[in-house]
């Protein structure tokens, strides 16, 4: 039998030594780990729209170009935090706003943390919200046919199994019942990912995956361990991707992304898609997030949406 467990105890170490790290006493929650970005600056924005109704994170963030009547190609972002913390209005969200001067709508999705919910919730919430966003394109001024999904740490894991999953049938059926509508996107980044837990060496010991999976024995489900790695559900229906990862990741080893990229190109070709690796670069580095790499991003994206017209 599956134990479930819940890791209050542990979550509430995290907090107080971030808050100490930081010297910040406003850090009280695990959303607050990773800071809020100020958003009274943009003007031409609708937040906290619901895609679902099961939980208060199930909510998404949509800001828009200040020109266009649309319909505007969607950059969606995922943002990460070990499953257990971080938060749609975060700092990291932030440069990628710098794709609204280029045309687009930029979105950012909320989903439920562990404890609160369990894997392969978070996985369910991303499909449905996507689901969301194509079934509403037009309300809010989307191209359901131009939505690329973005993804760091965590959030890449979330978002590449999301991804992955639609071309094998896995956690297909819609927490809302919008399967009429597609959850894969037109072009995939991730960031950093942490995809093949066991590669790390420690996971059976590490209390964050047993929080999200919401189990101590995590070799008592293996099974559901294989299937919860994007890259078990690579196919040559792979949708265009774009990893990057740090030589330098102290958190998650580089290895992680030239495996996906490896099982990627083996079932779908290299024709359309990149690995880079970057020097002297650590996890969730400032370098990824300049302005210049935001822009490799974008780069990527268009190209993609052009070669599919």
Partial sequence: MVTKLNFTEQIKKAIEQTALNRKDESIVTAEDMIPKMDH????????????????????????Y????DGPFPVFVEVHGGGWYFGQKNSVEFEP???????????VSLGYTLSPEEHYPVPVQEIKAAIRFLRKNAEKYKLDPDRLALWGGSAGAHLAGLAAASCDTGYLEEDLFGNDAYSAKPNALIL????????NSGKMEKDWVYQNFFGCEDLASIEEELRLSNPVEHLTEKACPTFLQHGREDTVV???????????LVEKAGEKRNRLELLDQCDHADEKLFAQ???????DFVEN???STK
């Fill in 40 to 63: 009274a600056k943009y003007q031409n924005k609708i937040l906290d729209i619901p895609y679902g109704g099961r939980t208060q994170k199930e909510k998404l963030d949509i800001y």
């Fill in 304 to 306: 993609v949406f052009s």
């Fill in 191 to 198: 960031w950093y990912g942490c995809f093949g837990y066991n």
């Fill in 65 to 68: 170009p200040e020109t266009g």
């Fill in 292 to 298: 210049d790499n935001i822009a490799k991003v974008f």
């Fill in 253 to 263: 080893p580089y290895r992680q992304s030239v495996v996906y990229y490896e099982k």
């Fill in 96 to 106: 990628f706003l710098a794709g609204l001067e280029r045309g687009f709508a930029c």
